[in-house]
């Protein structure tokens, strides 16, 4: 009897032990986002290597405003509605575009920034593309996951879509000429083309997208949260303060 008792009380300390490795630490709120996205999140800061950029500013005040420290998750794009119902991060900001697709499997805040997909090619190519069916069968490089992934889809057959972790990789391969072109959000568009001055940017009527915070189905008190902070951001003027210095960081 003594026996099993003392062998009960070690199982019930073994799975106490593996509950509370398991727990997230409640002290903390968790953002997924993926690191390559400037002016909305990037590496950057005092050591060069913090996680900066506007998504990162807005998810840290909704953590003060909770009592909570920040925890960053930096992953790939295209694992981050994944890693938000594993449970593995609270929230996502990401530069995430709203879109039908992806609502069936989170819920958006409500959107705080307008773009639209942008093309850049080679100085010398511009000709080319007058209009959007000039992209058909076009080798197009783009972000895996992204929407301008999904753009390039409806246009060019999947074998000639290039995929990369980032968009920087893209104009890597448009650099070296194994591209046509690279198809990406204009917020990002823009600060490539203003370090790439050999790259054009043309502009074809895309459609509007919407970025938006993203939370596990459900979790509306965090919804709640994020939505309050965007709204008082907007309002104060200061989420067009913040994005002007990133813009011209
Ligand atoms: N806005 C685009 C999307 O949601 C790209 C976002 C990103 O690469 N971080 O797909």
Redesign the pocket.
């Known amino acids: 009897m003594k026996h099993l008792l003392c062998f009960l009380s070690v199982v019930f300390v073994f799975f106490c032990c593996a509950a509370c490795g398991e727990k997230k630490d409640s002290d903390a709120l968790v953002v997924g986002t ?1 690191a390559e ?1 400037p002016p ?1 999140e990037m590496r950057g800061g005092a050591n060069g290597n913090e996680i900066i950029g506007f998504d990162m500013d807005v998810a840290r005040e909704i953590a003060a405003k909770n009592g909570k420290k920040l925890i960053i998750e930096d992953m790939k ?1 295209d694992a981050l509605i994944l890693a938000l119902n594993s449970g593995k991060v609270d929230m996502v900001f ?4 709203v879109t039908p697709e992806r609502a069936k499997n989170v819920d958006f805040s409500i959107p705080y920034y307008k ?1 639209t997909q942008i093309v850049l090619l080679k100085q010398g190519d511009e000709a080319k593309i007058k209009n959007i069916d000039d992209l058909k069968g076009k080798k197009i490089a783009v ?1 895996l ?4 992934d999904s753009v390039a889809s409806t246009l060019t057959p999947a074998d000639k879509i290039i995929r990369f972790d980032s ?1 920087f990789e893209a104009i890597l391969e448009l650099k070296n000429s194994k591209a046509d072109l690279v198809l990406t ?1 204009e917020a990002l568009g823009e600060i490539l083309h203003a370090r790439n001055p050999d790259l054009v940017r043309i502009d074809l009527p895309f459609e509007d ?1 919407y ?1 938006a915070a993203a939370v596990k189905k459900g979790n509306q008190s965090l919804l709640d949260q994020i939505n309050a902070s965007l709204t008082s951001l907007k309002n104060t003027g200061e989420m067009e303060i913040l994005l002007e210095r990133y813009f011209s960081e």
């Not at 990401?94 to 575009?97: D, N, P």
């Not at 996951?145 to 301008?148: E, L």
């Open positions: 993926n996205f909305f794009f990401a530069g995430m575009t773009v972000a996951g992204t929407t301008g968009v959000d997208e970025y």
